[in-house]
């Protein structure tokens, strides 16, 4: 492959046959695309949506998870503790905001109390031997405002908080500056065998490739059928969120788990990156894989548990309700597959920790592939991962570094109050590699809007701002207070 | 005083006015008004927009300066007023200017496009006002779609953006603050076809009830929330559901201004340790608007969300007296008593009463009824004691400030217990 070919980045152009496309620019794609792409290969990332990161791997509850409690001895054991360290790892190196809370869980019966042992043996059958059963007085030291009734607790040192937005996008973006193409706006309708080649048939035209990965999260298993297989169903599986404003950040400096029973992982309350507590995720099991909205049930749900869990958090202000959908299946563990013949390899099933894991998959699935005939030759000339725009409270942002503002003035203008997001922040993310679509795409990249006005403020500068992508001129409006201008004026 | 402009190692610049002002709206920018010619050393007045003016700035419809500059004018020209007195007195205006924090007991932290900044004041008034809530707030359920906004956002976007929002909209709120959203509306050309309402009756001012009402005659629907939001990635409808009988059905709308519901903006309040009163979430404060860190004042929206303009002007107005007592040395009078809300009051304000402070604002106090009451019967006790009572001839009626003549805590005792403000039937 020329370098030419290798630096044709996310224009979007299909007219070449590649010699992979990963279908699915989520966590485990991107990072799927990223780890090809440091081979000799012409790799495409392909989504339906029109940016990168707009399924699951947006909205969960963002935790890099240990692997303290899954199944011992499955794939997902297995990758979701290499997950932890590889991701900790290129956090470190691309300035992904990863903050080190450690979690507790918290024993509120007799029977949850019995099952920490056993918790924490399993953790250490998982590889991870750092839990302790702590009692009550413990528990309420850790975390003072915990609700009554606590009567043990376990703690996991390791668990952490990330960003689940700039994981996705420092993964798709470093796979883009490593020469991968980037297909938007292109769902699979489609596949189709053609001599030693599959073309892809999309809302966006015809894909050719030589080899396929299918990372396509809640749409996974219909596009294994296209492949002719029946291994397995996805379940979408929501999960809804509610997020506390900022200042309830010092209720909860760590993540409190509810010990896992039979009826699920259950609510918990955890810290985010961006300063905000969480209460959730509920776990409802649906037939529409778009249904992301909230609903009556889940909220009053949420807010029954967490009356419980820390009656001092519902005091405080929710900035954002949101639900996710896992990728639930009728198999306990992930189904990650390669067919030779088919030149095609499934990594689905990754159902509620897909964030920590995905790069771990993606070695994973880059080892199959190798091993079912995929040709693996290790290039030289890789450039540096990203580094990305911080959006964690616990790292120095923009509107903070004196130095940066002195340097450019566009830091020190603060268009969303809240988040404290500047100009020159919301320039930077359509400058970038894979700039936003829409103000989804923008709140994913700088936190703008995602604050506790939710646009009262500055919902109308962040629009503008969109329309402009970005370019500050100032509104001749602006200067003069508001000045009225007649209606007839504008007509 | 001089003032240092030149910034330090680490690139942040140090400002030492005698007097902050957080916040250039209507309760910020009297205050400046009035401080400025009698302060020695500078009165800066921060704020974080691109134009001083607050919420009058957006807020284009008559209805501002009644009780202040005893004049009828729209929301922009009473900004630019506000503006042109309180530069003309010697204030100094930064806007673009955000307080992000807090360096001391009265230092702040700031970020400009000109850099960052350390104001060390003799004295801070945070004039931060209040917001309304948005849609996470309220816990409302169903789809992300565009389409929802706050009055606040809608008229960013009608009156300074210019910008266009769609064709038939329903209004969460019938209360003044509706009333406003329902004329920018029609000003961008989008029909409101519903208006809702928690209570029994609409309230609203004189002003909308008759005249507003009589041009608009938009359907109002009492006793009714907004149950769910439909459609993505736009708005199509939103459920409605009846309070008293449950009942539930769809409105098609590609609209939705969620009115009303305030909440100050308090983090910088809060960030310092100033105590709120759990009612108006606000600093506590008394008469003469003192937060109970020393030096540190409050006063407009952020204290009563929400009041009208004039009445957080003249609050602003109110308080540079206690500020330059502060400024020269006066201390506060010992001994307090504090004022709680009972129901159906949500919150009273002042919190705090002292023998030899002055009156409160325009000799009132300030309360939010949940309850609507035509002629109430105001109650006060103290250690299980009625000490004053007294019926008043305007009602008590949710969606706006009630306010109760300061003269019935004349017989309060000021080295009492707390004193309780409701309402007999
Ligand atoms: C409520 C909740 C909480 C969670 N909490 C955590 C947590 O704390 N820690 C953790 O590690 N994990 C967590 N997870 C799991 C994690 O979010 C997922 O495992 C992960 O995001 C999956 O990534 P993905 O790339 O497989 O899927 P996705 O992000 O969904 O990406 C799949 C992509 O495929 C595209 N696609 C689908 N069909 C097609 C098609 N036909 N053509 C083209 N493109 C298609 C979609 O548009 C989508 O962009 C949670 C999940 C949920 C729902
Ligand atoms: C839609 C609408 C219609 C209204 N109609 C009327 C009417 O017809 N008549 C009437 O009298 N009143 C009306 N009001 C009420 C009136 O606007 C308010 O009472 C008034 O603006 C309150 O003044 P304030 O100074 O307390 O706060 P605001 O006007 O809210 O000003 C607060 C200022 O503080 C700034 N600020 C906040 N935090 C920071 C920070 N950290 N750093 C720097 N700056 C900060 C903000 O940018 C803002 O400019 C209306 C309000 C609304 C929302």
């Known amino acids: 492959m020329s370098t030419t070919d290798r630096n044709r980045t996310a224009n979007g152009d299909a007219s070449a046959t590649f010699d992979v496309v990963v279908i699915g620019a989520g966590i485990v794609g991107s990072a799927i695309a990223r780890k090809l792409a440091g081979h000799e290969l012409s790799v495409a990332l392909l989504d339906a949506r029109d940016d990168v990161g707009d399924g699951t791997s947006k909205a969960n509850t963002a935790i890099l998870h240990t692997g303290f409690d899954a199944k011992p001895g499955t794939l997902e054991s297995r990758l979701v503790r290499e997950g932890y360290h590889l991701l900790s790892d290129y956090a470190e190196r691309t300035g992904i905001p990863i903050e080190r809370t450690g979690a507790l869980l918290v024993a509120w019966t007799d029977e949850e109390l019995e099952a920490l042992p056993g918790l924490k043996e399993k953790a250490e059958r998982n590889g991870y031997d750092r839990t302790e059963i702590i009692g009550p007085a413990e528990v309420y030291r850790q975390v003072p405002h915990l609700g009554e009734g606590a009567l043990g607790g376990l703690t996991v040192p390791d668990e952490s908080v990330i960003c689940t937005w700039t994981t996705n996008l420092a993964l798709a973006t470093d796979a883009v500056r490593r020469g991968v193409t980037l297909l938007l706006n292109r769902r699979v309708e489609a596949v189709e065998e053609r001599g030693g080649t599959t073309v892809l048939r999309t809302t966006g035209g015809d894909v050719t490739t030589r080899w396929v990965v299918n990372a396509a999260g809640l749409g996974s298993d219909v596009i294994d059928r296209m492949f002719g297989h029946d291994r397995f169903t996805v379940t979408p599986r929501r999960g809804e969120l509610l997020v506390y404003d900022k200042l309830a950040r010092p209720l909860a400096d760590k993540i409190i788990l509810p010990v896992p029973t039979s009826r699920g992982k259950g609510v918990l309350i955890s810290p985010t990156v961006y300063g905000n507590v969480l209460l959730g995720p509920t776990a409802e099991d649906l037939t529409d894989r778009t249904d992301t909205g909230t609903s009556e049930k889940g909220i009053a749900f949420l807010l029954e548990k967490g009356r419980k869990l820390m009656p001092e958090l519902l005091e405080e202000e929710v900035t954002a309700t949101y639900a996710g959908l896992r990728a639930a299946s009728d198999h306990s563990d992930y189904v990650i597959d390669a067919d030779a013949r088919r030149r095609y390899v499934l990594a689905g099933g990754i159902r509620s920790t897909g964030l920590t894991a995905g790069i771990a998959i993606a070695e994973y699935v880059a080892g199959l592939a190798g091993e079912a005939g995929l040709e693996l030759v290790p290039r030289e000339d890789l450039p540096e991962p990203p580094r990305m725009p911080n959006l964690g409270e616990a790292f120095p942002r923009p509107y903070q570094d004196a130095a940066r503002i002195a340097a450019d003035p566009a830091y020190g203008r603060v268009v969303c109050f809240c988040e404290r997001v500047t100009a020159g922040e919301i320039r930077d993310a359509f400058r970038s590699p894979i700039p936003p679509a829409g103000l989804e795409g923008l709140r994913r990249r700088t936190r703008a809007m995602n604050g506790r006005c939710q646009g009262f403020f500055c919902g109308a500068e962040v629009g503008r701002l969109l329309e402009s992508r970005g370019a500050c001129v100032p509104h001749e409006n602006r200067e003069h207070g508001g000045e009225r201008r007649s209606p007839e004026a504008r007509r | ?425």
């Open chain 2, 1 to 425: 005083m001089s003032t240092d402009t030149t910034p330090d190692n680490a690139g942040v610049t140090t400002l030492t006015p005698a007097v902050v002002i957080v916040g250039a709206g209507p309760s910020g920018l009297s205050a400046a008004r009035e401080l400025a010619p009698r302060v020695r050393g500078e009165v800066l007045v921060l704020d974080r927009e691109s134009a001083a003016g607050g919420i009058p700035r957006h807020s284009d419809h008559p209805g501002y300066g009644i009780r202040d500059m005893r004049r009828f004018m729209s929301g922009p020209a009473y900004a630019r007023r506000l503006v042109e007195q309180a530069r003309a007195a010697g204030a100094t205006i930064r806007t673009n200017a955000t307080v992000t924090g807090w360096a001391g007991e009265r230092t702040l932290e700031v970020t400009t496009p000109q850099g960052r900044l350390r104001v060390e004041a003799g004295a801070v008034v945070l004039a931060t006002g209040a917001r309304e809530r948005p849609r996470p707030g309220r816990l409302i359920p169903g789809d992300r779609g565009r389409g929802v906004y706050t009055t606040g956002h809608l008229q960013n976007i009608v009156h300074l953006q210019h910008g266009k929002v769609g064709r038939r909209a329903v209004i969460a709120g019938a209360e003044l603050v509706s009333w406003s959203a329902a004329l920018t509306l029609r000003e961008a050309g989008c029909a409101t076809v519903l208006m809702t309402t928690e209570y029994p009756r609409p309230d609203s001012y004189a002003l909308f009830n008759i005249g507003g009402r009589a041009f608009f005659r938009p359907r109002i629907a009492t006793r009714t929330r907004v149950s769910r939001i439909i459609g993505k990635p736009d708005l199509r409808a939103v459920e409605i559901e009846n309070l008293d009988t449950g009942a539930r059905r769809i409105v098609e709308c590609d609209t939705l201004v969620l009115t009303g519901d305030w909440i100050p903006d308090h983090e910088l309040a809060r960030a310092a340790g100033i105590t709120l009163d759990p009612g108006t979430k606000g600093p506590l404060v008394d008469s003469a608007f003192r937060t109970d860190r020393p030096g540190v004042f409050a006063v407009g929206n952020l204290l009563h969300p929400v009041d009208t303009a004039d009445i957080a002007a003249i609050d602003g107005a109110r308080a540079a007296r206690s500020v330059l007592a502060w400024l020269n040395g006066g201390s506060t009078p010992d001994g307090q008593v504090r004022l709680v809300a009972e129901a159906p009051f949500r919150w009273v304000t002042p919190e705090v009463i002292r023998r030899g402070d002055p009156a409160p604002a325009r000799r009132r106090l300030l309360l939010w009824s949940d309850r609507f009451i035509p002629f109430p019967r105001v109650v006060l006790r103290q250690d299980g004691k009625v000490v004053a009572r007294k019926r008043l001839w305007w009602p008590a009626s949710p969606g706006r400030v009630f306010r109760v003549p300061s003269i019935m805590l004349a017989s309060v005792n000021p080295r009492g217990g707390p004193v309780s403000i409701g309402v007999e039937d």
